[in-house]
C-alpha cells in the first residue's frame, strides 16, 4: 500500500465515527421521514397504511395550516428586520472604545446561551397582566396595559419581542465579526476625504459589512421559519389565544405528537422545508450586491 493510500485510509477511518453518526441521526431520519409522509401511521402500530399525496392534499386544504402559514409568515416579516437592526446597532456600540465592553459583550450575549426553558418563565412573568413588569411599568406613565398573553392582537408582540430579546446577542456578535473584520485603513481614508458619521458608515462600514448581513439575513429567516418554542413556552400546550400562535412548526408539533398523525407531520415538514428553501433561493439573488473584497 502507498503512503498516500494508507493517509487515504486513515483520514476516512478517523471520518467513519463521524459520518456514521450523521448517517443515523441525520441522513436516516430525513428519508424516513420524506417515506412516512406517503401513509397514515400513529406511531404505535406498526402497520403503515399507504395514501400517497391524501397527506400533502388535506394539508393544503386544512384552514389551520393557512393560518400557520399567515402566523409563520408575518413572524418572519417582524423579526428578522428588528433583529438585524438591533443586532447591528449594538453591534457598532460594542465596537467603540468604551469602558468595561468585555463586560457588555458577555452581558448581551448570556440571553442567548440562557435555558428557553428559564427564560420563558420570566417573560410569562413579564407579560402578566396583573402582576407583570411591563404593566407596571405602563402603570406608572399612566397607561393600562393590555392582557398581553391572552389578547390574540398581541400575541405576536410577544414572540417577537421574546424572540429578538433571546437572539440579540447571537446577531450583535455575528456583526461584531464582522465589522473587525474591516480594515482601519478605509476609514482612515474616509475620512481623509472628509467622510464622517453617517457618511462613514454609509459609504464604508455598510457596503464592508454586506457578507456579514447577508449571512445574518440568511440564517435569521431560516431560523424564523423555525420558530416553535417562544411559543411553546409563553403559551404551554395551547397555541395562543384563537390560534393567533399557531406557527407551521407548532402545527407540525401537534399534528405529529398530540394528535398522533406522523404522515402527516411529516408531509408538513416538507411542506416548511420546501417554503424555507424557496426563500433561500430567492434571496440569493441578492448575493451579487455582497462586497467580498475587504
Known amino acids: ?5 494508507r493517509r487515504t485510509l486513515t483520514a476516512y477511518l478517523m471520518l467513519f465515527p463521524t459520518l456514521l453518526l450523521l448517517a443515523v ?3 436516516y431520519p430525513i428519508v424516513e421521514s420524506f417515506i ?20 400533502y392534499v388535506q394539508i393544503f386544504e386544512d384552514p389551520l395550516f393557512h393560518r400557520a402559514v399567515v402566523n409563520t409568515l408575518l413572524f418572519v416579516v417582524l423579526y428578522v428586520p428588528i433583529a438585524m437592526a438591533l443586532g447591528l446597532a449594538v453591534a457598532l456600540l460594542l465596537n467603540a472604545k468604551i469602558r468595561l465592553r468585555g463586560l457588555f459583550r458577555t452581558a448581551i450575549f448570556l440571553p442567548y446561551v440562557t435555558s428557553i426553558a428559564a427564560t420563558g418563565i420570566i417573560w410569562q412573568w413579564i407579560f402578566n397582566d396583573q402582576f407583570g413588569l411591563l404593566n407596571y411599568l405602563l402603570r406608572l406613565v399612566g397607561i393600562h396595559g393590555p392582557d398581553w398573553l391572552n389578547t390574540p392582537q398581541d400575541t ?3 414572540l417577537v419581542t421574546l424572540s429578538v430579546w433571546q437572539s440579540l446577542g447571537y446577531v450583535a456578535v455575528l456583526f461584531l465579526a464582522g465589522l473587525q473584520n474591516i480594515s482601519r485603513e478605509y476609514y482612515e481614508a474616509a475620512r481623509v476625504d472628509g467622510a464622517h458619521g453617517w457618511r462613514l458608515f454609509r459609504h464604508v462600514t455598510w457596503p464592508l459589512l454586506s457578507p456579514t448581513t447577508f ?6 429567516t431560516i ?10 413556552v409563553l403559551y404551554g400546550a395551547t397555541d395562543g389565544p384563537n390560534d393567533s400562535g399557531l406557527t407551521m412548526l407548532y402545527y407540525m408539533f401537534t399534528e405529529g405528537f398530540s394528535d398522533y398523525r406522523m404522515g402527516y407531520a411529516s408531509a408538513s415538514a416538507y411542506i416548511l422545508f420546501i417554503i424555507i428553501l424557496a426563500c433561500t433561493l430567492l434571496q440569493m439573488t441578492l448575493q451579487r450586491r455582497v462586497h467580498y473584497d475587504m
Open 1 to 5: 500500500m502507498t503512503l498516500k493510500a
Open 25 to 27: 441521526f441525520t441522513l
Open 36 to 55: 412516512i409522509s406517503f401513509f397514515h401511521w400513529d406511531m404505535i402500530s406498526p402497520h403503515k397504511q399507504f395514501v400517497g399525496f391524501q397527506n
Open 156 to 158: 405576536m408582540v410577544c
Open 215 to 220: 449571512f445574518v439575513l440568511l440564517m435569521s
Open 223 to 232: 431560523e424564523a421559519f423555525k420558530v416553535f418554542l417562544p411559543v411553546y
